[in-house]
T-cell receptor
Framework: AQTVTQSQPEMSVQEAETVTLSCTYD???????LFWYKQPPSRQMILVIR??????QNATENRFSVNFQKAAKSFSLKISDSQLGDTAMYFC?????????????FGTGTRLTIIP | NAGVMQNPRHLVRRRGQEARLRCSPM?????VYWYRQLPEEGLKFMVY????????ESGMPKERFSAEFPKEGPSILRIQQVVRGDSAAYFC?????????????FGPGTRLTVL
């Protein structure tokens, strides 16, 4: 079974600064995907970024980028030029490639607060 | 194109009553996943369904919980004889199911409170 660990329950950063959220995972699979989801106070789960394990290049989406270290089983999220709207819970998630059944395994989350 | 719809958004039940949670996937999506989020925790997988089929229910409690996704209409998560420990947010997600690692789009969740 896969496990996902987020060791930072809470973080805060000043607006416009850069912040990095950490995530490690444990799996014996070689083909998988990793995701970061954001859950703002509205509680809606919003996909931030995804990474294919077979790709060495780190994924980026505007101000969001990841540092994917496959050997270390590490998948951190960097948010640049942080904005007040980035305040949310952030969940790291693992998806084992299994045609027809690709359930997500989530970490416990990091509560990020952007300070004006 | 409407997103994933869930209703009700909030549901209050007394112990022993039944709770029915509904999920309408995005248009064109035939795969539905249900997840449960206990207070201050991450989401935990419960069940995965395709139209008229339960594919994986390994995360669902063996008793009192059931799920369906009929040919017509929304997916239903049903909890019989609710207990206080069932209080949680229940999310469904849908995907197209056409490729590998399809992105799952989440609904806004149903917050169940058991008195």
């Amino acid at each position: 079974a896969q496990t996902v660990t987020q060791s930072q329950p809470e973080m805060s950063v000043q607006e416009a600064e850069t912040v990095t959220l950490s995530c490690t995972y444990d799996t014996s699979e070689s083909n998988y995907y990793l995701f970061w989801y954001k859950q703002p106070p509205s509680r809606q789960m919003i996909l931030v970024i995804r990474q294919e394990a077979y790709k060495q290049q780190n994924a980026t989406e505007n101000r969001f980028s990841v540092n994917f270290q496959k050997a270390a089983k590490s998948f951190s999220l960097k948010i640049s030029d942080s904005q007040l709207g980035d305040t949310a819970m952030y969940f790291c998630a693992f998806m084992k490639l299994n045609f027809g059944n690709e359930k997500l395994t989530f970490g416990t989350g990091t509560r990020l607060t952007i300070i004006p | 194109n409407a997103g994933v719809m869930q209703n009700p958004r909030h549901l209050v039940r007394r112990r022993g009553q039944e709770a029915r949670l509904r999920c309408s996937p995005m248009k064109g999506h035939s795969h539905v996943y249900w997840y449960r989020q206990l207070p201050e925790e991450g989401l935990k997988f419960m069940v995965y369904l395709q139209k008229e089929n339960i594919i994986d229910e390994s995360g669902m409690p063996k008793e009192r919980f059931s799920a369906e996704f009929p040919k017509e209409g929304p997916s239903i998560l049903r909890i019989q004889q609710v207990v206080r420990g069932d209080s949680a947010a229940y999310f469904c997600a849908s995907s197209q199911g056409l490729g590998v690692a399809d992105t799952q789009y989440f609904g806004p969740g149903t917050r169940l409170t058991v008195l």
